[in-house]
């Protein structure tokens, strides 16, 4: 059984000092918090036994060393890809109209912002999204409709037309 009164002493009592060795096993101080914090919810998962431990707080650090080395293995595994595949393409920086249109949506509600992004961007039909989403098709062209609408109040005039232009519902 959990006692957190003695699992909350334990790591008032610890925690300082597990943080500093986590950071000098990890090199990096937000990497050794992800690892410390990793080692006390194993403890606390665990503190039926844990409280019964000759040593938790070696215990731990045995965790946080073990979490480190993990880490570090998950980490030349990907630097070992990253050589094999070479660098990934760079990504050009959004457009103009991208900008805006993500703004636009951002100000839709959720439902019309799923609709529109289904059907124009999953090129899904009013009747795949009525099936996907649960709801009749004519709530789905309401969707459509009302969304095409806000977005042609939000957008430059162009960026409207073009957009009313591509429509196939």
Do not use: C
């Amino acid at each position: 059984m959990r006692d957190a009164g003695s699992f909350d002493d334990f790591y008032r009592s610890t925690s300082r000092r597990m943080l500093r060795y986590g950071y000098a096993v990890a090199g990096d101080y937000v990497e050794a918090q992800d690892l410390v914090q990793e080692a006390y919810a194993r403890a606390w998962r665990q503190w039926g036994q844990m409280s019964a431990h000759p040593a938790p707080e070696a215990w731990l650090r045995l965790v946080v060393a073990r979490l480190a080395t993990d880490r570090w293995r998950r980490l030349n595994g990907w630097r070992s890809a990253l050589i094999r595949s070479g660098p990934p393409e760079v990504v050009p920086p959004p457009s103009e109209d991208g900008v805006l249109l993500l703004g636009a949506l951002r100000q839709l509600p959720a439902a019309q912002r799923q609709a529109l992004a289904l059907h124009y961007l999953v090129d899904m039909s009013v009747e795949e999204i009525a099936r996907e989403t649960q709801v009749p098709v004519g709530t789905v062209k309401s969707w459509l409709s009302r969304g095409r609408a806000r977005l042609a109040a939000l957008l430059p005039d162009g960026a409207a037309e073009e957009l009313e232009a591509n429509d196939v519902a």
